[in-house]
């Protein structure tokens, strides 16, 4: 059929969860809490990374980097979310659609590469240690962390270049609750191909390559652990890393089933399973998850509450 003659669509209603019924209310308190809670632990330690001078070392430093792009998605993705769970379903616009792809591309890119530095961070804290001070200077930190920020700026605004050269018509109908590159790809009535070569050049290399770096650098931290005479020593060493291995392990976990392996499209409550998991609770966990393996930012939590207790009274 001549492409003239094809209806255009404009805007995509997204169905979300779809008809709630009575679990409607209480779904969206539930995770207004989830999402609340999430803000205010990456809030919290980005505020401790500030303010506690004990806290201005490097792993802290892109661990409020990390809290950062925790922020970032998360809000991309939830408010938009309950809205459609309160509503039961609701439209959005291509332009809209494809922004909102975009802003959470950011801070997924970021994240993957944040993983990596935080890794390569722990490998020379523990590989070489009297080179750390030297190697990890405020100026080298800088330039990883913006380095990780603009590629995840660069990279999914050439994905979505590609997204706003597509023409969708017929159907309008995305099954999920957030924009993403896959059921756009299925909706549009032009030639894909582009999208789909520039989306596997850029986008899996991104997700994969810090993974294998991450794992070869705790390879090399394994060897040298070992290497320890002193089992105090190498139970040290392990529990500065600990924190940083269940972060990579719930982050890649979530991201490799959504993205590397995804569920064929008759188990799309999976995945709507697997992306709500990925868009609040893992944004929620990587907070707890560093102020209860480490003492630093407990302490940093105690004494905080101790001053705010004394200005008070």
Known sequence: MDE??????????????GDLKNFRIFTFILLLIIHIMALMGNILVIILVAAKKNLHCPMYFFLSQL?????????????????????????????QC???????GVPTVAQCLLLAVMSYDRH?????????ATI???????????FCWLLG????????????KLTFCYHNIIDHFFCDVAPLLELSCSDTSSVELVTALLAYPIILSPFLFIVASYISILQ???????????????STCSSHLTSVCLYYGTLSSIYIF???????????????????VTPLFNPLIYSLRNQDIRNAIYTSVQVSQLCKS
């Open 224 to 238: 040298t652990v070992l290497k320890i005479s002193s089992s105090i020593g190498r139970q040290k060493a392990f």
């Open 67 to 95: 809290s950062l792009s925790e922020i970032m998605f998360t809000t991309d993705i939830v408010p938009n979310m309950l809205r459609l769970i309160l509503e039961g379903g609701g439209k959005l616009s291509v332009s």
């Open 124 to 132: 020379v804290a523990i590989c070489k240690p009297l080179h750390y």
């Open 4 to 17: 003239n003659n094809q209806t255009v669509i404009t805007e995509f209603l997204l169905l979300g969860f």
């Open 98 to 104: 494809i922004f909102q792809f975009y802003l959470s």
């Open 153 to 164: 700026f660069s990279l999914s605004i050439v994905i979505c270049v590609f997204l706003r």
């Open 262 to 280: 995804p569920l064929k499209e008759k188990f799309i409550n999976a995945n709507k399973g697997l992306t709500l998991l990925y868009a609040l």
């Open 136 to 146: 990890m200077t405020f100026t080298h930190q800088l330039q990883m962390a913006t």
